[in-house]
């Protein structure tokens, strides 16, 4: 099993971190069993699964039900679920009680977006009380409102020196490790490099400790948006849709279910039923 742990040997060693999204047990399932070594239950499920319009109008409660599907789902890799937005920024211990709830529900971490002050007390009394943080900084969508859109962050130096300082304080907090969301190859690659904890990015190049991207666009499920940084490694959508409408035809056109498809009676038990069949009809006829 992958704890935060040997997330960070992995980048002591040098070795990538492969992670991706999941909101369900057999995609979960699935992603364990090819290799993943950390999942996100993200709140990114607003969009890709609830269809809302923006990652903020997710609850705790819902990223309860994703928790326990993913939970059962997978086994080996690290569990971390995303903090969803106001559960984590009207106090410290309202903070840690909802993170303790997902610890509960079987997560091997919580991650929270953000390097303001009151982020940094979190996360030090979150690791206090022995639950795993992740930071989030770079592009964090849950401050959509306040950023005014979907932008790169880090576009200069000292944006970037910027960002360095809120991660060393969100290191130095207890942060075990930290996704950087939207920023260019150079400003990710002098954060990693000046960052003892590891760095997986999104959007922000080859030069991270690791990878992560929303399964939805990685198995093209979703289309409401493709970012520039997303690679589609399968067609999932136009794969639904032609199983959905051969379906829709096999039905129209009766050609399912199949005699293999279906139950059968016995011969002797289907001798009796059709006797007491036509018994009956008989009756009704007389
Ligand atoms: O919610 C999410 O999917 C995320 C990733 C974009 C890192 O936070």
Known sequence: MITPLKIQKMKKEGIKIAALTSYDFSTAKYADEAGIDLILVGDSVGQVVLGYDSTTKVTLDDMKVFT???VNGAKNPLIVVDMPFMSYHTGVFE???NAGELIRLGAGAVKIEGGFDYIIDTIKQMTKSGIPVMGHLGFTPQYINVLGGHFVQGKNLKNTIEILEAAKKIQDAGAFSLVLEMVPDVCAKYISENLEIPVIGIGAGKYTDGQIL????????F????????????DIKTTIKNAVSSYVKDVKEQTFPEINESFQLKEDEYEEFESYIN?????ILS
């Open 68 to 70: 326990r599907a993913v």
């Open 95 to 97: 903070a840690v009680k």
């Open 214 to 221: 929303v399964v939805d666009d990685v198995l093209g499920k």
């Open 223 to 234: 289309d409401g948006f493709s970012p520039k940084f997303v690679r589609k490694y399968a």
């Open 279 to 283: 018994k009956e009809r008989a009756k």
